[in-house]
């Protein structure tokens, strides 16, 4: 089945720092990728979705220069949380589908805790 | 505008027993959904989709969810409960409106007791 990976898994850093994260399609071509936030014990709150060579499309109140995104190839969607802060820690997952457009396919998800 | 209510919070049934989680959603078209399972700190996995064809969805794990129109309702049903079927479980709605982006319920929490 379609296989979706997700980079780090975990990462703890310093309050400032700036933080990647690859969510990378591994057996198909993801047209389309969507990040997600999910605080403890809530829903997923879908942050930006991003078509491949195009600008990422922002949820409202989601701050674009604070959460950069990349989709410059079919296979790989990059996010960046820029300067970050302990509020910005949280579990951050990516999924990825083709152009049929369903369904999505899930990464494992990256546990980002800031000091 | 679509949207998806997951009805119960959390559920707890004992093992061997029938699971039920509760889904209503609400779209302007017609509808593509899915039932997604979480284990504590992993992502999501597909347990099954409805993309207007049987109503009645199998999945994997034995678990299967019936689309009733009339009723706006898309419950996942189990027949025998397993230990390994404590997650959390999410509904999500989807449908063509700005581009198929997906809604997702609150989630349901489902104990399994011993």
């Known amino acids: 089945g379609a296989v979706v990976s997700q980079h780090p898994s975990w990462v703890i850093c310093k309050s400032g720092t700036s933080v990647k994260i690859e969510c990378r399609s591994l057996d198909f071509q993801a047209t389309t990728m969507f990040w997600y936030r999910q605080f403890p014990k809530q829903s997923l709150m879908l942050m930006a979705t991003s078509n491949e060579g195009s600008k990422a499309t922002y949820e409202q109140g989601v701050e674009k220069d604070k959460f950069l995104i990349n989709h410059a190839s079919l296979t790989l969607s990059t996010l960046t949380v820029t300067s970050a802060h302990p509020e910005d820690s949280s579990f951050y997952i990516c999924?990825?589908?083709?152009?049929?457009?369903?369904?999505?396919?899930f990464g494992d998800g990256t546990r980002l805790s800031i000091l | 505008a679509q949207s998806v209510t997951q009805l119960d919070s959390h559920v707890s049934v004992s093992e061997g027993t029938p699971v039920l989680l509760r889904c209503n959603y609400s779209s302007s078209y017609s509808p593509s959904l899915f039932w997604y399972v979480q284990h504590p700190n992993k992502g999501l996995q597909l347990l099954l989709k409805?993309?207007?064809?049987?109503?009645l969805v199998k999945g994997i794990n034995g678990f299967e969810a019936e689309f009733k129109k009339s009723e706006t309702s898309f419950h996942l049903t189990k027949p025998s409960a397993h230990m390994s079927d404590a997650a959390e479980y999410f509904c999500v709605v989807s449908d063509a409106t700005g581009g198929f982006k997906t809604i997702f319920g609150a989630g349901t929490r489902l104990f399994v007791k011993a």
């Open positions: 409805y993309t207007s064809a049987a109503t």
């Open positions: 999924s990825a589908r083709d152009f049929r457009g369903q369904p999505q396919h």
